[in-house]
């Protein structure tokens, strides 16, 4: 079964840092497209970073600078360093593999884990 | 960078009805369009991608049309289980973004 189960989430200060992980099951995170993609309460989604298979690697504006993804193939599994955290970042984190769909190969979000809370308060 | 305006942000509807949500995107993205459902306290789903086509699963009442700037998802028949907040989203390869819209919260009228 294919999966993916995120964890390291938690309450932090402001400028503090902490490091996502996004294990998967049942595929090989090396061999797709991986991303993150959060939450605040009560709003809509925001996509936050890419990591392609060949390793580039991209983020939203909001992020840049602070935070990185990355990836361990031996542990199939995808995490997120988040640096220099803001109250504003506050949310549900999601991982989800994008996956080329159809006849443009266009990728959309066909596997999502559960999520993990980060809390950034004083 | 491109932006998505859903409309409307909140619709009250009953079972049975017919129910169409719009997407608007601030520059043409093709067919470069998806639709996700998110309930309460769960990832969401995805329903529609290439802005027409069904993602395997998912109930046929369930129907997507449009390119260009202009998107609609379209619920035939309402059911309990459809309660809850849609999502369009694009996907630009050039930047790479996946952009997201506001969402549209579908209520029990």
């Known amino acids: 079964e294919v999966q993916l189960v995120e964890s390291g989430g938690g309450l932090v200060q402001p400028g503090g840092s902490l490091r996502l992980s996004c294990a998967a099951s049942?595929?090989?995170?090396?061999?797709?497209?991986m991303s993150w993609v959060r939450q605040a309460p009560g709003k809509g989604l925001e996509w936050v970073s890419v990591i392609y298979s060949g390793g580039s690697t991209y983020y939203a504006d909001s992020v840049k600078g602070r935070f990185t993804i990355s990836r361990d193939n031996s542990k199939n599994t995808l995490y997120l360093q988040m640096n220099s955290l803001r109250a504003e970042d506050t949310a549900v984190y999601y991982c989800?593999?994008?996956?080329?769909?159809?006849?443009?190969?266009?990728?959309?979000?066909?596997?999502w884990g559960k999520g993990t809370t980060v809390t950034v308060s004083s | 960078a491109i932006q998505l305006t859903q409309s409307p942000s909140s619709l009250s509807a009953s079972v049975g009805d017919r129910v169409t949500i719009t997407c608007r995107a601030s520059q043409g993205i093709s067919s470069a369009l998806a639709w996700y459902q998110q309930k309460p306290g769960k990832a969401p789903k995805l329903l529609i991608y290439?802005?027409?086509s069904l993602e395997s699963g998912v109930p046929s009442r369930f129907s997507g049309s449009g390119s260009g700037t202009d998107f609609t998802l379209t619920i035939s028949s309402l059911q309990p289980e459809d309660f809850a907040t849609y999502y369009c989203q694009q996907f630009n390869s050039y930047p790479h973004t996946y952009t997201f819209g506001q969402g549209t919260k579908l209520e029990i009228k």
């Open positions: 290439d802005a027409s």
């Open positions: 049942g595929f090989t995170v090396s061999s797709n497209y």
């Open positions: 989800a593999r994008p996956m080329v769909r159809g006849v443009f190969h266009h990728y959309y979000m066909d596997v």
